[in-house]
């Protein structure tokens, strides 16, 4: 496949191309879904492609197609040249890119169990297994589902700088959610696994402290109350504090984003940002959900810092960001498919730890809310306003959890709330493997944190 | 250049999926193959970044065996990778367990045609014609006030569909799409002045480039200024954009296996009066030349007008087959099918809201304190029903009057409750795609969360 790549590239620098990539894309899927004990559907797919993109006449054209023949790919060239040449007369971004080093490399991520290995059968048990903890957890248990899923993609990039790299990864999935029900009351508690991983991520999955805690939440639940509505010190845990940054801060140092006019730290570089206690790093190294070795421009990937002690230090680049924005790409172009273009996405983003303990980010808080569990989140990057739901939450009165509460979610402002930024425990936690969305493409990413506690932050109730 | 009027032969892939699954021994299933090509324009920055065009097609197999279900997809229709996906999927239904709540597929049924689906400007458009769309969005913004940085772009959709299955239905379709969004961002110092519009729609006349600009320039330059406000417990008049998520949160919760199962917020509420009797919703598929019409649901089963909501009590639940067999019913013909994937749930069409006797203007005149909404997402939990919303776009209303722009603001509460509140309903709104209608509503009261 990549000679056909590197044809294909040679092919567009002749066709008057400044700089041409041709990516090829395969993602193999399967799928079960275990509801309320039945293995009601087995799943599969087979996604398969190319996508060409090329900067002619100082503008971007992208194309792509599912047929990965050599035919096929240099129609899909051909309209790839003809996109860029469509807008060369139209206001708007010029495209610029930085001299990358190329490389050239194989990587395949070893796995413990290869999905492949496991007969659907077995997976089905297994499955069933893990159920049949929370169907049994208790009378007010209305509903149980149990979805596996494993995923195995492979990336390879050429391009004109000479790059020509293949990259294949191996992730896996469980996700449980549980529905309890009493009288008109009804709750939803989930939990979920998933890494660039086997299937020993699954075979290691303890039910009693997976698919019974998803139970349990809902359980719980039940008897939790609506939260107060109003301005708030709030603590998070592991799950909300990775959620928060991600949209909180995330998205605004995404390149695209900074020279698109779309950020609101756009002119922070070198600013303070948060308080003093704040770190943040973007780190597609670490061996979390949104890990790889080579973006989808064939940059290899290096830990990025974006916030060092509360100092805007840097943003996350593609190639034509780091042009437009003076810096060095390390990595962080991605796309969803061959039927996209790589965009600026996190990967696995967290906070670094601090000193404190858990105990201590609560003691000196007088009426707060602690938040648990991410559900999901936006932000308007522009306006610097984002939105965090966690799964449960506790109210804190004098430095203690006390009412249980439900249907918990947070607003705040971006650069307000990093500022108030008031204590980072040490125990640090990074488990919140899944997708964001950006644009109309989804990605793989993780995230994480210490317990962290913010003043001042909108909490939406009904009381 | 790929060319256009090159049709990619659909049907005999499916037939060829068909006639091997014939040979096994299986309950029911169906085939179905679709391919669609887009042309996309996108904005970032200054104006116009990136042209993209893609092709894209596959097959999707669904194969019952045991009321057990296998699903399989390829995006190749070479014969020997069709050959492979009707094995995975034949494979998988074997494995799968009895779905006691299964009854079958449904057979072939004559329908009436849609007409207006297709529009042969779309199918011919060039990126260069799409980009000088693009264009008139941004000079129109320009016109109102030059400077901004944008976010949005255009896409074009051409998509074909063919599906038969082991009941005997077997149809094609056609249907053409075309989508436009503009965010225009304007800066004062740290002040941000930053809105949206967009229209969606069958056909490229249908859609306003100029009017998009301008409305998302007028709406950016109205959010300078945003303040936050005190925490309290106000009336609420969301404008179309807010109504619609609103809407389409309901309808949710009643379609399909969820709501018959009882898994939502609404599973309870058949028959019941959940709004005033002026609060009434409609569901029309056969809207000719709308964006959600069809001639056949995902199943094959006709499209048709069903009344949902009527009086404020809701009448019916949306269904496909496999939820109006749950609930002992004929299925409604919301049956969606997402491409060749092999996901095929229920899901509203062209929902039309009834218009009421009063304007959003007589709204606002007569409030003496509360909250114009005009982008919100009252998207609840699906299961308990309860909402904790940011207020995105919001208006403080005093003495009668829009008074400025609100910030870190959220609302609160349970969605049926929002729905209890609904006193008034405008008689104007917003038709989106020729076949969506919204008014603005007024709510009673809600808890909103602020200083």
């Known amino acids: 496949m990549r000679d056909l790549l590197e044809s294909i590239v040679q092919e567009g620098l002749t066709a008057g191309a400044r700089f041409c990539e041709a990516r090829f894309f395969e993602e193999r899927n399967n799928s079960i879904s275990i509801e309320n004990g039945i293995a009601r559907t087995l799943r599969s797919g087979i996604l398969r492609g190319v996508g060409i993109r090329v900067i002619v006449a100082r503008r971007w054209g992208f194309a792509s197609t599912n047929m990965p023949t050599m035919g096929s790919a240099r129609r899909t060239l051909e309209d790839a040249i003809g996109g860029g040449k469509s807008i060369a007369t139209q206001v708007g971004e010029e495209a610029e890119i930085v001299e990358a080093k190329p490389e050239v490399e194989t990587v395949s991520h070893k796995v413990k169990m290869n999905p492949e290995d496991v007969s659907p059968e077995e997976k089905v048990k297994r499955m069933l297994e893990i159920e049949k903890v929370a169907r049994t957890y208790g009378d007010r248990v209305k509903d149980t589902f149990v979805t596996y899923r494993d995923v195995l993609t492979k990336v390879a990039v050429c391009n004109s700088f000479g790059t020509s790299i293949e990259e294949t990864t191996p992730r896996t999935y469980a996700y449980c959610s549980v529905i309890a029900k009493e009288g008109e009351n009804m709750q939803i508690g989930f939990e979920y696994v998933g890494n660039v991983a086997g299937y020993e991520i699954v075979d290691s999955v303890q039910p009693e402290e997976f698919s019974g805690k998803a139970a349990k939440k809902a359980v719980n639940l039940l008897g939790a109350q609506p939260p107060p509505r109003g301005t708030y010190t709030i603590v998070v845990d592991q799950r909300v504090g990775g959620l928060f940054i991600h949209e909180a801060f995330g998205h605004n140092s995404e390149g695209d984003l900074v020279f698109g006019g779309q950020s609101i730290i756009s002119d922070k570089v070198g600013h303070k940002v948060a308080s003093d206690l704040v770190t943040i790093i973007d780190d597609p190294t670490k061996p979390r959900n949104g890990h790889f070795v080579y973006d989808h421009e064939g940059t290899k990937a290096e830990p990025h810092l974006i916030v060092k002690d509360g100092t805007l230090v840097g943003f996350l680049h593609s190639l034509e960001s780091a042009a437009k924005l003076g810096d060095e790409p390390k990595g962080s172009a991605r796309a969803q498919s061959h039927h996209y273009p790589p965009i600026i996405r996190m990967s696995n983003t967290y906070v670094a730890s601090g000193d404190m303990t858990f105990e201590e980010a609560l003691e000196d808080v007088d009426l707060g809310v602690y938040l648990s569990g991410s559900q999901y989140g936006y932000v308007e990057t522009q306006k610097g306003q984002f939105t965090c739901k966690a799964e449960q939450a506790w109210l804190i009165e004098k430095g203690e959890l006390t009412d249980y509460l439900r249907d918990v979610a947070i607003n705040g402002l971006t650069l307000d709330a990093l500022k108030n930024v008031t204590a980072v425990s040490k125990d640090f936690m990074m488990e919140m493997p899944g997708m964001c969305g950006k644009g109309e493409q989804g990605m793989y990413v993780d995230a994480g944190a210490p317990h962290l506690r913010v003043e001042g932050i909108v909490v939406g109730g009904r009381r | ?451």
């Open chain 2, 1 to 451: 250049m790929t060319n256009l009027k090159e049709k990619t032969d659909l049907a005999t892939p499916v037939e060829r999926a068909v006639r091997l699954l014939s040979t096994m021994d299986l309950d029911v299933s169906d085939v179905c193959v679709s391919f669609s090509r887009s042309l996309s324009i996108s904005l970032l920055g200054r104006g116009i970044k990136e042209a993209v065009s893609r092709t894209d097609l596959g097959i999707g197999v669904r194969v019952y065996k045991n009321k057990g279900m296998g699903v399989a997809f390829s995006q190749s229709l070479e014969p020997a990778d069709v050959e492979k996906t009707v094995q995975r999927a034949s494979s998988f239904a074997k494995v799968a367990q009895p779905d006691p709540y299964f009854k079958g597929l449904p057979g072939p049924a004559k329908a009436s045609e849609v007409p207006g689906l297709c529009d042969s400007e779309i199918v011919s458009l060039t990126l260069e014609q799409a980009s000088g769309l693009c264009r008139k969005m941004i000079e129109a913004v320009e016109d109102v006030r030059p400077g901004a940085m944008y976010l949005g772009g255009l896409g074009t959709n051409h998509s074909r569909g063919y599906l038969m299955t082991s009941t005997g239905v077997c149809f094609e379709t056609e249907k053409t799409s075309v989508s436009a969004y503009i965010a225009p961002t304007f800066r004062e110092g740290d002040d941000v002045g930053s809105s949206y519009e967009y229209d969606y729609a069958i056909s490229l006349p249908e859609v306003d480039f100029e009017g998009i600009g301008k409305k998302a320039a007028e709406k950016a330059l109205d959010q300078f200024g945003s303040k936050r406000i005190e925490s309290g417990v106000l009336p609420v008049i969301l404008t179309p954009d807010s109504t619609s998520s609103l809407c389409f949160g309901l309808m949710g919760a009643i379609s399909g296996e969820v709501a018959v199962k009882g898994r939502t917020f609404a599973s309870g509420c058949l028959g019941k009066q959940i709004a005033r009797q002026i609060f009434e919703i409609d569901d029309d598929g056969t809207v000719p030349s709308a964006i959600a019409s069809s001639t056949y649901d995902g199943e094959g089963v006709p499209r048709r007008l069903t009344k949902v909501v009527s009086k404020g009590s809701i009448l019916t639940f949306l269904h496909d087959s496999y939820s109006a067999g749950i609930a002992g019913v004929e299925t409604t013909g919301h049956a969606q099918r997402m491409g060749y994937r092999g996901y095929v749930g229920a899901g509203p069409t062209n929902i039309r809201v009834r218009p009421g006797d009063s304007s959003l203007d007589e709204m606002i005149a007569e409030t003496k304190r509360g909250l114009l909404v005009t982008y919100a997402s009252f998207f609840p939990n699906m299961v308990s029903g309860e909402f904790s919303s940011t207020i995105d776009e919001g208006f403080l209303i005093e003495g009668g009057e829009k008074r400025h722009p609100v910030k870190n603001l959220m609302a609160g509460g349970h969605i049926l409750e929002l729905y209890k509140g609904i006193e008034l309903v405008s008689k104007e709104g917003r038709i989106i795609g020729k076949g969506h209608f919204f008014p603005s509503i007024k709510v009673s009261e809600v808890k909103l969360a602020g200083r």
